[in-house]
């Protein structure tokens, strides 16, 4: 009687493991865009020497998710997908100094009008020539749809940002399901529309911007739905409902929701896969494609992202695993990739980093709400050395809020040498600028200053990332050599998970840590006046999350951003008051602006980057060598 | 037998229920804004203004604005009728976030635990017969190195030795991206991405089950039924799997249910090394973006394994030993 229980044991066990790999039966799906058939059962034949050809694999150490649509989750890899299938029909293009240009391959005219209400409409008539990647023609009606589908509460109701035609009159109305026309949004004729900007955001600098609208596929993303104009404005019928959008846009049971399998697109290249087991992605040339905006197609057939670690991502490089790795920073794989290249096996570019890392002051309470004390900590370390330490020389140290690679430093690096004050280890220099400013050092070692009556010690609070090399570095660097002069920095060190948490939110009044350790991108272009205004909407967040209230940064900013467009003498003067006003404020000091790689295979040619024309761009022009 | 389970399955439905207050109180105490995670990629690309609206309408959107009662109503009733809730940071269906990886993480795993125990079962018997001789010491230094080096360690020797100095396997991932061929192929091209981190998962897990189950053996064959066996004369092979092993079966069923209970959950030097798209990966990932959602229903999921993981192995002790009574 034994045996059969030791059977029944063993039987329980196995069912209930195999129960497990039931349970794992069916594989990671690869999302097929519908009406594909599968792979056929021979690799693909390479195409016609004539068309684009070959296969390019870019490594991406950021993890690629399912999303392939604007207005939910943004990361670098899928930024880059996102514009290599939807890019390319833009009304502005970037060009390749980073600059956004009316993109000529997709407007045929373009006419702006100052309306007497303060408004300003920008009407765009369209080329008729471009189909979508399933020979659909491409006409005003996608674009006027795009707005409207990304400004409506339907498109809310899934999660999304709808935020398409913020800038527009009627906008507020439009979202709120007020009323189904957007005023401010017109569809003219088959290949003509306008937008008409609300009179609040006017004057602006950069008004273009509110006018890059690109399309998204009418008659794929609203079957049933018409579009129409009656003179007032553009509206979709009822057939537009939530229902409509789910099934359309977010659906994701199926696998053919546009968000997640995007099957009809009009840039360079189409999805042809997303592999959800090993978060891959394919992509092949879409040759409906119009051309970038000088009327270049883009030369390779097929590109694939496909995902990397850090620790392995060289060794895939030089075995041929990957052909290009974008963006390259840390110190140790640029090292490994540089062997490479000396070795033959890779070549490399290089360009700046649109921003730096930093440390952030708060500067409304305590110590670091004078510039002064700001000044001396910056005053405290040598920049150059910490430079050295953390990322080897593939940096370098920058004054103010600018970076190598900003025209505006490009065109006026002499001036602002000489008119910046240049932050090194100058401890002497530090201790003038403090008892200058009535900090007097105490008998405790710590400098103190009266401020409305009371004593205020020099005591920073600093709130750092525990395994961090920045805070490793800033602890046996800064900390001691402030200490010496009477500026006593404490650090509380948390996890990054709770770092964010532990930083002062938007609505706190009292701040319990001053100065953090950070970093920041510039925007392409770049307006400051939203982190500098003094205005109460802008207040902490995303803002100005430096919290500093100074009346000649808030001018300066505002004077930029709100400037009448077209006189770029006047708008560069008011940049370098701003880098001068931010060098003297300090409210953030600049600690290292990276050296950026791109190593790549010695077969991918043509491929030039820049710090504002990366990948996106750079690859529709590159070829691949036989 | 049915009352005994029916019982326990009523338990089950309290402690798990118990066990969803509880985590959804932790998580709620969590010091992070998930608001804040959701309009993490919005940035400073917006206004102010649209800022505010988009704040306010996730507010709205995670019923944020409502009592903590109704959210934990609102969120248990989901996960009840099937909807795991919404990942804050991939803005998509948790389910849709953890479908692939909890399958490729129970994939890997089962491969590995039939390994583990495939080799592990006859290496710890030979051990504890050859206690003392040069086989029990060399199985002992292997099984020690495996177990003690650091897995990251282990990885980056697998991956220069086996991927890179002598390239017999792939460096990472589960897949060669865009290959096309017949079903055959994919599958032969998919086992080519696994072995060289089964062969870094098998070797790290060999040492706590060998010894584990040299030490079992090791006790069973002092037991006097096992002299008595040897005393009748009955010939060795007989004396250590018939008399001796089954006295050491209750070590190996326990062994191999906290195995099974642990399928689910992946790891996470191993997974993030060789780009394995599993659990391990995800739980890590979901806490340091502050996704709080993942990692919930994930604990939520977790609990109901271990709660029917157990069930089971009290089933299956009591089906392997007599001497266990279930009431």
């Given at each position: 009687?034994?045996?059969?229980?030791?059977?029944?044991?063993?039987?329980?066990?196995?069912?209930?493991?195999?129960?497990?790999?039931?349970?794992?039966?069916?594989?990671?799906?690869?999302?097929?865009?519908?009406?594909?058939?599968?792979?056929?059962?021979?690799?693909?034949?390479?195409?016609?020497?004539?068309?684009p050809s070959g296969t390019i694999t870019i490594g991406e150490t950021t993890e690629i998710n399912?999303?392939f649509?604007?207005?939910?989750?943004?990361v670098s890899p899928n930024s880059r997908i996102k514009s290599l299938i939807h890019g390319?029909?833009?009304?502005?293009?970037?060009?390749?100094?980073?600059?956004?240009?009316?993109?000529?391959?997709?407007?045929?005219?373009?006419?702006?009008?100052?309306?007497?209400?303060?408004?300003?409409?920008?009407?765009?008539?369209?080329?008729?020539?471009?189909?979508?990647?399933?020979?659909?023609?491409?006409?005003?009606?996608?674009?006027?749809?795009?707005?409207?589908?990304?400004?409506?509460?339907?498109?809310?109701?899934?999660?999304?940002?709808?935020?398409?035609?913020?800038?527009?009159?009627?906008?507020?109305?439009?979202?709120?399901?007020?009323?189904?026309?957007?005023?401010?949004?017109?569809?003219?004729?088959?290949?003509?529309?306008?937008?008409?900007?609300?009179?609040?955001?006017?004057?602006?600098?950069?008004?273009?911007?509110?006018?890059?609208?690109?399309?998204?596929?009418?008659?794929?993303?609203?079957?049933?739905?018409?579009?129409?104009?009656?003179?007032?404005?553009?509206?979709?019928?009822?057939?537009?409902?939530?229902?409509?959008?789910?099934?359309?846009?977010?659906?994701?049971?199926?696998?053919?929701?546009?968000?997640?399998?995007?099957?009809?697109?009009?840039g360079a290249y189409k999805l042809v896969s997303f592999d959800?087991?090993d978060l891959s992605v394919v992509l092949e040339a879409n040759?409906?494609?119009?051309?970038?905006?000088?009327?270049?197609?883009p030369s390779i057939q097929t590109i694939i992202f496909r995902r990397q670690t850090q620790?392995t991502q060289m060794q895939e490089l030089e075995n041929g695993v990957v052909d290009l790795i974008p963006g390259v920073s840390a110190?140790?794989q640029?090292?490994e990739g540089?062997?490479l290249?000396?070795?033959?096996v890779a070549v490399n570019d290089t360009f700046?980093?649109?921003?730096?890392?930093?440390?952030?002051?708060?500067?409304?309470?305590?110590?670091?709400?004078?510039?002064?004390?700001?000044?001396?900590?910056?005053?405290?370390?040598?920049?150059?050395?910490?430079?050295?330490?953390?990322?080897?020389?593939?940096?370098?140290?920058?004054?103010?809020?600018?970076?190598?690679?900003?025209?505006?430093?490009?065109?006026?690096?002499?001036?602002?040498?000489?008119?910046?004050?240049?932050?090194?280890?100058?401890?002497?220099?530090?201790?003038?600028?403090?008892?200058?400013?009535?900090?007097?050092?105490?008998?405790?070692?710590?400098?103190?200053?009266?401020?409305?009556?009371?004593?205020?010690?020099?005591?920073?609070?600093?709130?750092?990332?525990?395994?961090?090399?920045?805070?490793?570095?800033?602890?046996?660097?800064?900390?001691?050599?402030?200490?010496?002069?009477?500026?006593?920095?404490?650090?509380?060190?948390?996890?990054?998970?709770?770092?964010?948490?532990?930083?002062?939110?938007?609505?706190?009044?009292?701040?319990?840590?001053?100065?953090?350790?950070?970093?920041?991108?510039?925007?392409?272009?770049?307006?400051?006046?939203?982190?500098?205004?003094?205005?109460?909407?802008?207040?902490?967040?995303?803002?100005?999350?430096?919290?500093?209230?100074?009346?000649?940064?808030?001018?300066?900013?505002?004077?930029?951003?709100?400037?009448?467009?077209?006189?770029?003498?006047?708008?560069?003067?008011?940049?370098?008051?701003?880098?001068?006003?931010?060098?003297?404020?300090?409210?953030?000091?600049?600690?290292?602006?990276?050296?950026y790689f791109d190593f790549y295979s010695p077969r991918l040619q043509n491929y030039d980057i820049?710090?504002?024309y990366d990948l996106r761009y750079a690859i529709l022009y590159a070829t691949l060598a036989? | 037998?049915?009352?005994?389970?029916?019982?326990?399955?009523?338990?089950?439905?309290?402690?798990?229920?118990?066990?969803?207050?509880?985590?959804?109180?932790?998580?709620?105490?969590?010091?992070?804004?998930?608001?804040?995670?959701?309009?993490?990629?919005?940035?400073?690309?917006?206004?102010?203004?649209?800022?505010?609206?988009?704040?306010?309408?996730?507010?709205?959107?995670?019923?944020?604005?409502?009592?903590?009662?109704?959210?934990?109503?609102?969120?248990?009733?989901?996960?009840?009728?099937?909807?795991?809730?919404?990942?804050?940071?991939?803005?998509?269906?948790?389910?849709?976030?953890?479908?692939?990886?909890?399958?490729?993480?129970?994939?890997?795993?089962?491969?590995?635990?039939?390994?583990?125990?495939?080799?592990?079962?006859?290496?710890?018997?030979?051990?504890?017969?050859?206690?003392?001789?040069?086989?029990?010491?060399?199985?002992?230094?292997?099984?020690?190195?495996?177990?003690?080096?650091?897995?990251?360690?282990?990885?980056?020797?697998?991956?220069?030795?086996?991927?890179?100095?002598?390239?017999?396997?792939e460096m990472g991932g589960m897949a060669t991206p865009n290959l096309?061929?017949?079903?055959?192929?994919?599958?032969?091209?998919?086992?080519?991405?696994?072995?060289?981190?089964?062969?870094?998962?098998?070797?790290?897990?060999?040492?706590?089950?060998?010894?584990?189950?040299?030490?079992?053996?090791?006790?069973?064959?002092?037991?006097?039924?096992?002299?008595?066996?040897?005393?009748?004369?009955?010939?060795?092979?007989?004396?250590?799997?018939?008399?001796?092993?089954?006295?050491?079966?209750?070590?190996?069923?326990?062994?191999?249910?906290?195995?099974?209970?642990?399928?689910?959950?992946?790891?996470?030097?191993?997974?993030?090394?060789?780009l394995?798209?599993?659990?391990?990966?995800?739980?890590?990932?979901?806490?340091?973006?502050?996704?709080?959602?993942?990692?919930?229903?994930?604990?939520?999921?977790?609990?109901?394994?271990?709660?029917?993981?157990?069930?089971?192995?009290?089933?299956?002790?009591?089906?392997?030993?007599?001497?266990?009574?279930?009431?």
């Open positions: 009687m034994k045996k059969p229980r030791t059977i029944v044991a063993l039987l329980l066990a196995a069912i209930f493991v195999l129960s497990g790999m039931t349970a794992c039966q069916t594989d990671g799906q690869q999302q097929q865009p519908a009406g594909q058939t599968e792979p056929a059962a021979e690799p693909a034949a390479e195409p016609a020497s004539s068309g399912a999303d649509m604007t207005g939910w989750t943004n390319g029909n833009d009304t502005y293009a970037i060009d390749p100094q980073g600059q956004y240009q009316l993109n000529t391959r997709v407007v045929e005219n373009l006419a702006t009008a100052d309306n007497e209400d303060g408004t300003k409409t920008f009407t765009f008539e369209l080329t008729g020539d471009r189909v979508w990647s399933d020979g659909t023609p491409i006409t005003a009606k996608d674009y006027v749809f795009a707005l409207l589908m990304t400004s409506s509460p339907e498109f809310q109701a899934l999660g999304a940002n709808a935020i398409g035609g913020y800038d527009y009159v009627g906008y507020d109305a439009y979202l709120a399901g007020e009323t189904k026309v957007f005023t401010g949004i017109r569809l003219l004729g088959e290949q003509s529309l306008s937008v008409t900007v609300k009179a609040e955001e006017l004057p602006q600098y950069y008004d273009y911007l509110m006018a890059v609208i690109g399309p998204y596929p009418f008659h794929h993303l609203a079957p049933g739905v018409t579009l129409s104009d009656d003179g007032e404005g553009a509206y979709m019928s009822d057939e537009w409902t939530p229902e409509l959008a789910q099934q359309t846009i977010s659906n994701d049971s199926d696998g053919t929701g546009y968000r997640y399998n995007p099957t009809v697109t009009c959800t087991t040759p409906n494609f119009c051309g970038t905006w000088d009327g270049v197609m620790a110190v140790a640029i090292e540089l062997a290249v000396d070795n033959g700046y980093r649109y921003g730096y890392g930093l440390i952030r002051f708060h500067c409304d309470q305590g110590p670091t709400s004078f510039a002064s004390v700001r000044q001396a900590i910056a005053f405290c370390l040598d920049r150059e050395e910490f430079n050295r330490a953390y990322a080897s020389g593939y940096a370098i140290t920058v004054d103010s809020a600018y970076s190598l690679a900003h025209y505006i430093y490009q065109d006026n690096k002499e001036y602002l040498e000489e008119n910046l004050i240049h932050y090194t280890l100058d401890p002497e220099r530090a201790v003038e600028i403090l008892e200058a400013d009535g900090w007097m050092m105490g008998e405790d070692g710590i400098r103190h200053k009266e401020v409305d009556g009371e004593d205020m010690p020099l005591v920073v609070e600093w709130l750092s990332s525990t395994d961090n090399t920045v805070s490793d570095l800033l602890r046996t660097m800064l900390v001691p050599e402030a200490a010496k002069i009477g500026i006593k920095i404490n650090e509380t060190a948390v996890s990054s998970v709770l770092d964010a948490a532990s930083r002062r939110g938007i609505r706190d009044e009292e701040a319990q840590y001053f100065m953090f350790n950070m970093a920041l991108n510039f925007g392409n272009p770049d307006l400051p006046y939203n982190s500098y205004s003094l205005r109460e909407e802008f207040w902490g967040g995303n803002y100005n999350n430096n919290y500093i209230r100074d009346e000649e940064l808030d001018r300066i900013t505002g004077e930029m951003y709100y400037m009448e467009p077209g006189n770029k003498e006047a708008f560069d003067e008011k940049y370098l008051e701003y880098i001068i006003r931010y060098n003297e404020l300090m409210p953030n000091i600049p600690l290292y602006s990276n050296t820049d710090s504002l036989e | 037998m049915a009352v005994y389970i029916l019982k326990r399955l009523g338990f089950m439905v309290v402690v798990f229920f118990i066990v969803t207050m509880m985590l959804f109180l932790i998580f709620k105490a969590v010091p992070v804004d998930p608001v804040n995670l959701w309009l993490a990629d919005t940035g400073a690309n917006v206004k102010p203004e649209q800022y505010e609206q988009m704040r306010q309408q996730v507010i709205s959107q995670l019923r944020l604005d409502q009592p903590l009662a109704i959210q934990y109503v609102y969120w248990i009733s989901n996960l009840i009728s099937g909807n795991m809730g919404y990942s804050g940071f991939h803005k998509a269906p948790v389910r849709q976030v953890v479908s692939s990886p909890i399958r490729a993480t129970v994939k890997m795993n089962i491969v590995n635990l039939v390994l583990v125990f495939i080799i592990s079962i006859p290496l710890g018997i030979r051990s504890a017969v050859k206690r003392g001789k040069a086989f029990d010491n060399s199985v002992q230094v292997v099984t020690i190195l495996g177990y003690s080096l650091p897995t990251f360690i282990t990885c980056i020797l697998a991956i220069w030795l086996l991927a890179v100095k002598i390239p017999l396997f096309k061929g017949s079903w055959l192929t994919l599958e032969l091209d998919k086992i080519k991405y696994m072995i060289l981190p089964l062969i870094v998962m098998t070797f790290t897990s060999l040492g706590g089950l060998t010894r584990y189950i040299r030490a079992a053996m090791i006790e069973a064959l002092s037991l006097d039924c096992v002299r008595t066996a040897r005393a009748k004369g009955l010939k060795e092979k007989v004396v250590i799997y018939s008399h001796a092993m089954r006295n050491g079966q209750i070590t190996v069923i326990t062994a191999l249910t906290n195995w099974f209970i642990g399928i689910f959950g992946g790891s996470l030097m191993i997974e993030n090394l060789f394995w798209n599993g659990m391990g990966r995800v739980m890590f990932m979901s806490v340091r973006n502050n996704d709080w959602a993942v990692v919930f229903a994930m604990s939520m999921f977790y609990v109901l394994i271990a709660l029917v993981g157990h069930l089971f192995v009290d089933l299956i002790y009591a089906a392997a030993d007599p001497r266990i009574r279930l009431t």
